[in-house]
Structure formats: C-alpha cells, structure tokens
C-alpha cells in the first residue's frame, strides 16, 4: 500500500481505536471524518472495508492516493465520499452496505486545515477569515462583520466559553466601524488588545473566539447530534460506535447522547486518554476523548 503517511496529520490513538471498533474480518466499518487517511489506511490494513467521508472536499486528493496504493482486488473495500457526515444514512444506502460493523468519529479539524493559512482557521497563521471545512455558506468574516454586539458575546460565549465575550463583542463591533475585519490576524489583534492585562492564562487569547467562530461557522454541535442519531440507526447489532472528541462542548453532547441512546450501551464509563507518550509526540492528542459505545439491541 502507498504510504500517505508524509502528510502532517498524524492519526490520533490509532491502536485504541481500532481495538475499540472491535474488528470483524471483511465487515464494512465507517470513517466518518476521513481528514487524510490515517485511520482509514490502518482499517484497510487490518483487511476490513471502509466507507469514507469528508466534507472538505480538499481530502480527496488523500482519497485518491490511498485507492491508488490500493492492490486492485482491494479497490472495491475502499469507498469515498465528499459529504457531510450528518447524511450517513443516504451514504449507506447509496453504497448499497447491508450491514456497517462500526464507525469512527474523529472531530473537529485536521493538521492540513489548521497549517493552511488560507483556510482561516489558525489564529498563528495569517489568512481570510473564512473557517469553513466545506466552503458553501456563511464564513467566519461574515459572522464577525454582519452580528450586532449582543449575538456576538452570546456566540463566542456559548461557543467557545470565553469569559471576556463581552469585551470582545464590543471590540469587534468598534474595530469594524472604521474596516471591515477580514483576515485572522485582524481578528487576533482585536481580541489581543481588547483582553484585560493578565487575562491570558496558559491559553492564547483568541483560541476561544476562533473555536467558537468555527463551531458556528460549521453548525459542529448541531451535526453533531444528528451524526450521532444516524450512526446510531445505521449500526449493526454489536456494531461499534468510537468518537474521539477534542472540547467539553462535544464531549458532553457525545457523552449524553451515548448516555441516553436506546439502541447502545457505553462501554466507557469515563472517556479514554491518549497515553503520555502520544500525547509527548502529538500535541494534538493532548485533548483528545475517546468513547465508546456498542449496539446492542436491533
Ligand atoms: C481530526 S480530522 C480527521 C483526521 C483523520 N482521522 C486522519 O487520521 O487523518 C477531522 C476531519 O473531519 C472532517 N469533518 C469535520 N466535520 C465533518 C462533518 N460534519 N462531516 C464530514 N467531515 C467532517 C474535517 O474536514 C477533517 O478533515
């Protein structure tokens, strides 16, 4: 298989993962979140099938490689889709699976889409303030220039629990009146300046405003709970749903929906870490929260 692995996103708790989707040889397993393939690559050499999707439609290129470096016989195990990971039914039925042995959730974004200025979401890379893993709809500059005061605070309040919402709308809303806030580091210098003194912590100061412009941006909560509803519906019996989440705000609705779900039953009572070591290698495993959960009535 053609090694993809020199791309800069390094899959996060690979072996917990595939241990946890409890493998059966030849079933067809899910990628919901197939950024560039680490996870999918692995299944695939674990001889199981995946079912593939993304909604930045800048993966593919990681979709091609990897059927590429696909043995022919072996193409077939490999679909891909570009799409939102909300419609998986229609993905299911579209690949005509009868049976889906488990499926993996990876949220949030990946290496490539924070390292690429250009995309908008790195508040340490300059860019357009843009912050759409898909690029169809409402940008982040458009939320940042177009919201009135009150609607901002309550955004990057309930977004991004940032406890100076307030002072920021406000910054935001002034800054706006002489220039319309277009890039990432005019966002960055906004919030910077309009931070108290000693307000910083260990935290950047625009890390909150950013996770919330994205959350809002990609309406990621509220595709989450129907993600979480359609894997629920599309999963076998004994089939295994994993969610790696990466913030208490999609923790909690993957917790409480694992929680309360009719058809499962949580295997872990409290959410998996990565190792020490992973998490030495990997910053991005640091904050990483792995649950699961298993069908168990049909
Ligand atoms: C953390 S990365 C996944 C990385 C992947 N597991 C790997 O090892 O390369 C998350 C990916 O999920 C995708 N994504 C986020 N929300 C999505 C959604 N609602 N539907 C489909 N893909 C989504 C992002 O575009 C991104 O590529």
Redesign the pocket.
């Known amino acids: 298989m053609t090694d993809i692995t020199n791309t800069a996103?390094v899959?996060?708790m690979l072996k917990e993962t595939l241990e946890h989707l409890n493998l059966q040889p030849n079933a067809f397993y899910i990628?919901?979140?197939?950024?560039?393939?680490?996870?999918t690559k692995a299944l695939l050499e674990a001889d199981v099938n995946v079912l593939a999707?993304?909604?930045?439609p800048t993966?593919e290129v990681y979709m091609v490689k990897l059927r590429q470096g696909l043995a022919a016989e072996r193409q077939a195990n490999f679909i891909a889709i570009h799409?939102?990971?909300?419609f998986l039914e229609s993905y299911v039925k579209q690949a005509d699976l009868s049976e889906v042995a488990g499926i993996l959730m990876?949220?949030?974004?990946?290496s490539m889409?924070l390292d690429e200025g250009e995309r908008g979401f790195a508040f340490r890379k300059d860019g357009p303030l843009d912050m759409r893993?898909n690029p169809e709809g409402e940008s982040a500059a458009d939320i940042v220039n177009q919201f009135d005061q009150e609607d901002l605070a309550a955004l990057i309040f309930k977004y991004g629990e940032e406890r100076y919402s307030r002072r920021i709308a406000r910054a935001i809303v002034e800054a706006r009146q002489t220039a319309e806030i277009s890039t990432t580091q005019a966002l960055v210098n906004i919030i910077q300046q309009a931070y108290p003194k000693g307000g910083y912590r260990r935290d950047h100061p625009a890390r909150r405003t950013f996770q919330a412009l994205r959350i809002y941006v990609?309406d990621?909560l509220g595709?989450l709970e129907r993600?979480l509803q359609a894997a629920e519906k599309v999963l076998a019996l004994h089939g295994r749903l994993v969610v790696l989440s990466y913030h208490s705000l999609e923790d909690r609705i993957v917790k409480h929906f694992m929680k309360n779900a009719s058809h499962l039953k949580v295997l872990t009572k409290k959410p998996l870490l990565a190792s020490d070591e992973e998490a030495s290698l990997n910053p991005r495993a640091r904050s990483a929260k792995l649950r699961v959960a298993e069908r168990i009535t049909l």
């Open positions: 996103h899959p996060v990628d919901a979140t197939f950024g560039a393939g680490g996870h999707v993304d909604q930045d993966t799409g939102n990971f909300e990876d949220l949030g974004v990946s889409q893993m990609n990621e595709v993600a």
